[in-house]
Nanobody, 125 residues
C-alpha cells in the first residue's frame, strides 16, 4: 500500500521560495501508470491542482502557477518535491502530495487515489 508524506517548513516569508518534499513508500515514483501531483487548499477554499510529475519525469503545471512552480524528483530517494517561488500570503494553504492513477477517468477526483496527510504552510512576515 502506497503512502505519501509531505515535509518542509510550515512558515515561509513573503518573496521567498516555498519548498516541500513528498516521500513515497510502498510504491515507486517511476512506475506506470502513476503520476505524482501537488494539490493545495487555501483556508475556506477548494482544492487547487498545482502540477504533476510523471513516472517518466515529465512535468505539467497549472497555468496560473506555472511561472512560479517547479516540481522535481529524486528517484534514488523515491521522493518528489515542490518549489513555489515569490510567495505571498495568498499562497497560505494546506499542501498535499497525491498519487494519480491514470487508469481512472480524468473526470473523476477518484483518479487522485492516494493522498498524503497534508502539511500547513503559512506565508507571513
Amino acid at each position: 500500500q502506497v503512502q505519501l508524506q509531505e515535509s518542509g517548513p510550515g512558515l515561509v516569508k513573503p518573496s521567498q521560495t516555498l519548498s516541500l518534499t513528498c516521500t513515497v513508500s510502498g510504491g515507486s515514483i517511476t512506475t506506470t501508470p502513476y503520476y505524482w501531483n501537488w494539490i493545495r487548499q487555501p483556508p475556506g477554499k477548494g482544492l487547487e491542482w498545482m502540477g504533476v510529475i510523471g513516472y517518466d519525469g515529465s512535468t505539467n503545471y497549472n497555468p496560473c502557477l506555472k511561472s512560479r512552480t517547479s516540481i522535481s524528483r529524486d528517484t534514488s530517494k523515491n521522493q518528489f518535491s515542490l518549489q513555489l517561488s515569490s510567495v505571498t500570503p495568498e499562497d497560505t494553504a494546506v499542501y498535499y502530495c497525491v498519487r494519480e492513477d491514470t487508469v481512472v477517468a480524468v473526470t473523476h477526483w477518484g483518479r487522485f487515489g492516494s493522498w498524503g496527510q497534508g502539511t500547513q504552510v503559512t506565508v507571513s512576515s
